[in-house]
Structures are given as structure tokens and as C-alpha cells.
């Protein structure tokens, strides 16, 4: 995966964290407090303040892809892609 395909999931995930979050039914904190990231981390990305960083891309991904619903909003909003699906090694659930 190209420099430049990481960038932009990583902008497309920071648009689209706060649906993600709110499906999810957390708030910054429980997210954050879930992830081993601050709750101000959440609110900067989620608020434009701060790009989101590869490494925060990686734990969203994985943790969001454990739920079904999630990981198919993630799949209309191009962020589950087969790149992505390949490259952390995803396979398609079983349920």
C-alpha cells in the first residue's frame, strides 16, 4: 500500500469517525478510553484539528471491523476496501 492510498484512508476515516463512533453507540471517552488513545486525540481529528496518523488508522480499523454493521458502513464509505482487507489481513467474518 502506497504512501499516498494510507493518506487517504486516513482522511476518510477522520471525515467519517464521529458516524462511525455514534454507530458504535460510544462516546470520545469510551472510545478513546477503548483504543488506549486520549479523548482529546478523538476530538481533534473528529473536529479537523489534528490528521489522523496511520497508527490511529490501524487500531480504528481493527477495532471497527469486529462489528458487522460497522464494517459494512466502512465498506460504503471506502474505508474497508480489498487493499485494506488484504494489507491488516481481514478475512470476511463468519456469522
Known amino acids: 500500500m502506497t504512501n499516498e492510498e494510507k493518506l487517504s484512508l486516513c482522511r476518510t476515516m477522520a471525515s467519517n469517525l464521529s458516524t462511525l463512533r455514534e454507530k458504535a453507540r460510544l462516546t470520545q471517552d469510551e472510545l478513546a478510553d477503548k483504543l488506549g488513545l486520549s479523548r ?3 476530538s481533534a481529528i473528529e473536529n479537523e484539528k489534528r490528521d ?8 480504528l480499523i481493527m477495532y471497527f471491523a469486529a462489528n458487522q454493521e460497522i464494517r459494512q458502513i466502512m465498506v460504503a464509505m471506502r474505508i474497508m476496501t480489498d487493499n485494506v482487507e488484504k494489507f491488516f489481513n481481514i478475512g470476511t467474518p463468519k456469522y
Open 52 to 59: 489522523m496518523q496511520w497508527s490511529t488508522f490501524t487500531v
Open 40 to 42: 482529546q486525540t478523538i
